[in-house]
């Protein structure tokens, strides 16, 4: 239903404004203005959901949807923007003056191939066929690209001349609408600067699987709720990109945890070379794994570092909630489990909370049949935090053997 809604108002209004403003003309022109308009508005609601407006967030249900249609509208963008360049649109309008809009055209033929490639540089993880994935930071670069190639694009609707006159109110909302958008790419590119929060590093654990860094906020601390993220970077050469991950520890102690895996460049780099005393940078929080609600049965169920949501999570339970949870940590070996004596601590401390450690170093790989062995999944609701391969397999195996959860929440977090 938002998605409707959205859709709507970026894609149905204005082709329905330009309809009532172009629809007279041959159906080859008109297809050919149509996909360019398409294109242009997805790219705006593009741009203007990449600035995860707190509103929109809430009325999509979570930042990872945001994300999901954020990612969606720009593969959309680009399949109209090529059905738009295969209509040769020589128009006669009353346009601005043919030197402007002859400038306008040259634009677009210039922003075309930039914006297809980086178009699908950004939706592409991994080449296909080849195993090279896309560096993060190639992939970050193409899309801080797109905001002066959309500046581009709004310059050519701007001045580009049109088979029918400038003022029909199809060119007012593709103005406006631009405008936003462009403004929503400038607050995406400051805010991580104007809204992130002073902390400093008060201690540095490097266990087995994960470093455990913990920060003290040196002015006003981050809103935050357990099973949230947050985006992370240090005043140190190398670490200085955000990137996300889950705050480890309970929302309400004064100091954050965050437990990290070493798992590429930043990772490993943080690992190495983060020291007490160190200046970091936080901003969000983001998120809605939220977890219990008291009385309801539920399952709680981490592969690996998957666990760091349930640590915050579990920290934040009391002895006197009601509380009905069965906890499954699955690990390799005993080595990575993160926040175990933790675990085993809050499990000790809340008599509904029932903590099962599977070490498939031992048992085998975590199935549907052994999770049920281990607890009643059937008419639980199932929350799952860990790799996508372990989720989709231990959904479908419930179902295949009758035990399917009342609900599974995760977050379906692509950050490209
Ligand atoms: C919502 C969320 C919560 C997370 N919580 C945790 C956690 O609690 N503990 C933990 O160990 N890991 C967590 N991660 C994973 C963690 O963010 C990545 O492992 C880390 O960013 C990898 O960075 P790298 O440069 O070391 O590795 P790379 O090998 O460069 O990247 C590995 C993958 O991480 C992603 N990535 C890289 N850089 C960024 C970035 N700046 N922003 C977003 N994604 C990026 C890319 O998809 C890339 O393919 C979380 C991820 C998300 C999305």
């Known amino acids: 239903m938002p998605i409707t809604a959205l859709l709507t108002i970026f894609l149905l209004i204005p082709l329905l404004l330009l309809f009532n403003a172009a629809g007279h003309l041959d159906p080859k022109l008109f297809g050919g203005l149509s996909a360019g308009t398409g294109a242009y508005c997805l ?18 249900g979570g930042l990872d949807k945001l994300y999901w249609v954020h990612k969606w509208t720009g593969a959309g963008a680009i399949l109209l923007v090529l059905l738009h360049e295969q209509v040769d ?19 677009a033929e210039l922003i075309f191939w930039p914006l297809v490639i980086l178009g699908l540089a950004s939706l592409l993880k991994r080449l296909p066929r080849l195993s090279f994935e896309i560096p993060y930071a190639w992939w970050r670069l193409s899309h801080r690209a797109m905001g002066p190639i959309f500046a581009i694009a709004v310059f050519h609707q701007f001045f580009i001349k049109l088979p029918f006159d400038n003022s029909a109110m199809i060119s007012a909302y593709l103005t406006w609408m631009g405008v936003a958008a462009l403004a929503a790419f400038v607050w995406t590119q400051a805010a991580p600067y104007l809204q992130r929060r002073a902390y400093s590093v008060t201690s540095v654990t490097r266990a087995d699987a994960a ?32 990137h996300p991950f889950t705050l480890s520890s309970d929302a309400a102690g004064e100091e954050v945890e965050f437990s990290i895996k070493p798992a590429g460049d930043f990772t490993q780099r943080l690992r190495d070379t983060v020291q007490e ?46 509380a009905d949870i069965d906890l499954v940590y699955c690990v390799r070996d005993r080595s990575e489990a993160v926040g175990l ?68 929440h995760f977050e379906r977090f692509e950050f490209r």
């Open 341 to 408: 004596t933790r675990l085993e601590a809050a499990a000790a401390r809340v008599p509904g909370l029932r903590l099962h450690l599977h070490i498939s170093a031992d048992e085998g790989r975590l199935d549907a049949e052994k999770l049920a062995a281990k607890v009643d999944p059937a008419g639980a609701s199932l929350w799952f935090c860990g790799p996508a391969a372990l989720r989709k397999s231990i959904t479908k195996g419930l179902s295949s053997i009758g035990k399917s959860p009342k609900s599974v």
């Open 211 to 242: 470093t455990i860094v913990r920060l003290k906020a040196e002015g006003k601390p981050l809103k935050r709720r357990p099973g949230q993220f947050a985006m992370l970077s240090f005043a140190r050469k190398g670490l200085g990109e955000p």
């Open 277 to 322: 005393g160190d200046r970091a940078w936080l901003q969000g929080s983001y998120g809605r794994f939220s977890g219990a609600k008291p009385g309801q049965r539920q399952v709680w169920l981490a592969g690996g570092i998957g666990i760091t949501p349930f640590l915050a999570l579990a920290d934040g339970l009391k002895p006197d909630d009601s």
């Open 43 to 60: 790219m705006s609601m593009n741009l203007i959901l990449a600035a995860r407006p707190a509103l929109l967030e809430r009325w999509l």
């Open 89 to 107: 649109l020589e128009v006669k309008g009353q346009g601005a003056s043919s030197g402007i809009s002859e400038l306008a055209a040259d634009a």
